[in-house]
């Protein structure tokens, strides 16, 4: 197959939705992705998800390529605005787990010092909850995602993901004891 430049491979592309020329744009660029996502995401597995999904998306997005400009400045612009997006999702996210766990009665008295505790022993509780527990009440409670919606996700019941979030708070609110329990002692 002929050598094409980047503008050549997304016109080919966008005009035939032939793989070969999306994978060759991903072949050459992944990299350069994967390093960008690296520096925002601070960790491999969340930067290797989010190359993926960036290419995800690219495939809707070329169109939109009008060639103005290299494209590479054009992906690189599309890396980061995605990337700064789950930034500021994961903020909004913690955020909520913060006043979840709030709500859920785990501090008596809100003082300067209790809250400073509990933010402590929560951040340790997201760090030690296994990753499709923690995904699944994040998705739940910090990006207010549907019951329904989930379940559609994972392909499961609503009954099976009411379940699944269940199991997973109470998995949260026993490591919070046990740590505290810990931290006291």
């Not at 491979?9 to 020329?21: E, F, I, K, P, R």
């Not at 809707?60 to 390529?65: A, R």
């Not at 060639?67 to 400045?73: I, L, R």
């Not at 933010?119 to 340790?124: K, L, S």
């Amino acid at each position: 197959m002929r050598t094409f430049s980047d503008h050549e491979l997304v016109a080919h592309y966008v005009a035939t939705s032939h793989d070969q020329y999306f994978a060759q744009l991903y072949t050459r660029h992944r990299q350069l992705v994967y390093q960008k996502c690296l520096f925002y995401a601070g960790n491999t597995d969340d930067a290797d998800d989010f190359v993926q999904e960036i290419f995800v998306r690219l495939t809707h997005k070329l169109k939109g390529f009008k060639g103005e400009a290299k494209f590479t400045t054009w992906l690189h612009t599309v890396t980061v605005n995605y990337c700064i997006d789950q930034l500021r999702k994961r903020q909004q996210k913690q955020a909520k787990w913060r006043m979840y766990m709030l709500d859920s009665q785990y501090v008596g008295e809100h003082s300067t010092t209790a809250d400073e505790s509990h933010f402590r022993v929560f951040e340790r509780v997201l760090r030690q909850l296994p990753t499709h527990q923690r995904d699944l009440l994040l998705a739940k409670y910090e990006d207010d995602t549907q019951i329904k919606d989930l379940a559609n996700q994972k392909d499961l019941t609503s009954s099976a993901v009411k379940m699944r979030i269940k199991r997973a708070r109470d998995h949260a609110r026993n490591l919070y004891d046990r740590i505290r329990a810990e931290e006291e002692c």
